[in-house]
Antibody
Framework: EVQLLESGGGLVRPGGSLRLSCTAS????????MNWVRQAPGKGLEWVSV????????YYADSVKGRFTISRDNSKNMLFLHMSSLRDDDTATYFC?????????????WGQGIPVTVSS | DIQLTQSPSTLSASVGARVTITCRAS??????LAWYQQKPGEAPNLLIY???ILESGVPSRFSGSGSGTEFTLTISSLQPDDFATYYC????????FGQGTKLEI
């Protein structure tokens, strides 16, 4: 069974930094692209970033480009999101999400999400 | 950037009804479209990909169609478990989600 468990969320001040982690199990982690998707309170889904299976390729939404960095450690089955220069509008639940093997870009499994609050 | 617009934003329906949700793309995405269901307090769940292919384990009352810029998600006979928010997602140029359609009783 695929499991994705996020950690590292919490309260941070505007301008601060935070690193989210996602521990994966139940599948061969290094074979799959991995994503971060976020959802502001009461709002819709916003894709944040994706990293390819071996970490060579990364893409970011314009809203986080230059401030967030996605990475992975395949030896530990872990995905990371380093967030810096955080703003109020980065407040959201952040989901770790597994890419589909069949179709690039489709997300076939999601973690339960971890809340991040940016506030002074 | 490719924008996705879903309609309606909210849909009221009864158990047993047939409902359709529309997703329009700002430019052609061929069939690079997925649909997800999200219930309050839960993570989203993949329903359909490549516009019309049902994900394994998803009930056959769900179906998708369309190509280019216009797509639909249809639920043929609403069940109590189907009342949720539905999102479309394009994956032809980076990834974008629609704003969501809340399906309520």
């Amino acid at each position: 069974e695929v499991q994705l468990l996020e950690s590292g969320g919490g309260l941070v001040r505007p301008g601060g930094s935070l690193r989210l982690s996602c521990t994966a199990s139940g599948f061969i982690f290094e074979h799959y692209a991995m994503n971060w998707v976020r959802q502001a309170p009461g709002k819709g889904l916003e894709w944040v970033s994706v990293v390819s299976d071996y970490g060579a390729t990364t893409y970011y939404a314009d809203s986080v480009k230059g401030r967030f960095t996605i990475s992975r450690d395949n030896s530990k089955n872990m995905l990371f999101l380093h967030m810096s220069s955080l703003r109020d509008d980065d407040t959201a639940t952040y989901f770790c999400a597994k890419g589909s093997m069949l179709v690039q870009g489709v997300i076939d499994h999601w973690g339960q999400g971890i809340p991040v609050t940016v506030s002074s | 950037d490719i924008q996705l617009t879903q309609s309606p934003s909210t849909l009221s329906a009864s158990v047993g009804a047939r409902v359709t949700i529309t997703c329009r793309a700002s430019q052609s995405i061929e069939t690079s479209l997925a649909w997800y269901q999200q219930k309050p307090g839960e993570a989203p769940n993949l329903l359909i990909y490549k516009a019309s292919i049902l994900e394994s384990g998803v009930p056959s009352r769900f179906s998708g169609s369309g190509s280019g810029t216009e797509f639909t998600l249809t639920i043929s006979s609403l069940q109590p478990d189907d009342f949720a928010t539905y999102y479309c997602q394009q994956y032809t140029h980076y990834y974008t989600f629609g704003q969501g359609t809340k399906l309520e009783i």
